[in-house]
């Protein structure tokens, strides 16, 4: 493997990872009971593995921009659904989600940035 296709499986490896940890969360952090926190976790997660398993399939950029989304939507949910004031649920959905977005911006800016691929 070329450092180009490394770092691409480890940035796609780590948003399945991340989706995957943040899937579990409410069982984890103890909101499985509160019913948006826990189905908020449980769907953007899924959609956030799901994006990490297309971009180790090969769709790097549609599934970095997807997960790009996906993040900010972490981010921003727990005060757009209501459940902010429940700090546990807060703190997965922003620290996860931050992290899927950081991940999934550096992504993008090196596929920017790496030279066309040429095939024979």
Same mark, same amino acid.
């Given at each position: 493997?070329?450092?180009?296709?490394?770092?691409?499986?480890?940035?796609?490896?780590?948003? %399945? /990872?991340? @989706? #995957?940890?943040?899937?579990?969360? $409410? =069982?984890?952090?103890? !909101? *499985?009971?509160?019913?948006? +926190?826990? &189905?908020?976790?449980?769907?953007?997660?899924?959609?956030?593995?799901?994006?990490?398993?297309?971009?180790?399939?090969?769709?790097?950029?549609?599934?970095?921009?997807?997960? %790009? /989304?996906? @993040? #900010?939507?972490?981010?921003?949910? $727990? =005060?757009?659904?209501? !459940? *902010?004031?429940?700090?546990? +649920?807060? &703190?997965?959905?922003?620290?996860?989600?931050?992290?899927?977005?950081?991940?999934?911006?550096?992504?993008?800016?090196?596929?920017?940035?790496?030279?066309?691929?040429?095939?024979?």
């Amino acid at each position: 493997m070329t450092d180009y296709t490394d770092r691409r499986t480890i940035m796609a490896g780590s948003q %399945l /990872v991340m @989706g #995957l940890l943040l899937f579990i969360m $409410p =069982w984890i952090a103890g !909101f *499985a009971a509160e019913q948006t +926190a826990a &189905w908020t976790a449980w769907a953007t997660g899924l959609l956030i593995a799901v994006a990490g398993i297309v971009g180790l399939a090969g769709q790097v950029q549609p599934a970095a921009w997807a997960n %790009l /989304v996906l @993040g #900010l939507w972490a981010v921003i949910a $727990p =005060w757009l659904l209501g !459940f *902010a004031a429940l700090a546990s +649920a807060m &703190w997965s959905h922003v620290v996860l989600g931050l992290l899927v977005a950081l991940v999934a911006a550096v992504e993008l800016w090196w596929e920017q940035q790496a030279p066309p691929r040429v095939h024979a």
